[in-house]
């Protein structure tokens, strides 16, 4: 849900990561965790799925994305953070989720993005330092 705002697509990714999944629990090597795994191919899934469906969300105009109602998005500095996490690029974006929302360390990233672990390093300092310019005009503007 966090990838995307409406539903049937969240379900859609979902669907076809299990369905993965049952098709290749045989090749898991045990290199990694399975969590570290699933959410390997779930991350893939999802960003192919996007990809496909991404022009027909744009044709949708004055449709407005459903709100996900979590308890925690209540308080004032979730509401921040939910902002200012929207205008990060995508990949740094999803480190950041990955390791303070989901609790991955940067290696079990780096096996979810297929990616170095340094470049997920790179990505959260790089995210973290934008995330502070994005937060200090948010806080002053409410």
Same mark, same amino acid.
Do not use: D, F
């Given at each position: 849900m966090r990838l995307t705002a409406r539903y049937e697509l969240a379900e859609e990714i979902i669907n076809d990561t299990f369905w993965v999944v049952w098709q290749h629990a045989a090749d898991f090597r045990g290199a990694s965790k399975v969590s570290t795994w699933i959410f390997g191919i779930g991350y893939?899934? !999802?960003?192919?799925? #996007?990809?496909?469906?991404?022009p027909e969300l744009m044709a949708e105009e004055g449709e407005a994305p459903e709100q996900i109602e979590e308890p925690w998005e /209540? *308080?004032? $500095?979730?509401?921040?953070?939910? %902002?200012? #996490? @929207?205008?990060?690029? &995508?990949? /740094?974006?999803? %480190? $950041?989720? #990955?390791?303070? &929302?989901?609790? &991955?360390?940067? @290696?079990? +990233? !780096? *096996? +979810?993005? /297929?990616?170095? %672990?340094?470049?997920?390093?790179t990505r959260m300092f790089h995210a973290r330092r934008k995330l502070k310019g994005l937060l200090t005009p948010l806080a002053g503007a409410l």
């Open positions: 893939r899934r !999802a960003l192919k799925t #996007l990809k496909r469906v991404r /209540q *308080a004032e $500095l979730r509401e921040w953070l939910g %902002v200012a #996490l @929207e205008k990060l690029p &995508h990949e /740094q974006r999803v %480190v $950041l989720e #990955l390791a303070y &929302h989901v609790g &991955h360390s940067c @290696e079990e +990233i !780096a *096996a +979810i993005m /297929q990616c170095p %672990v340094n470049t997920v390093k």
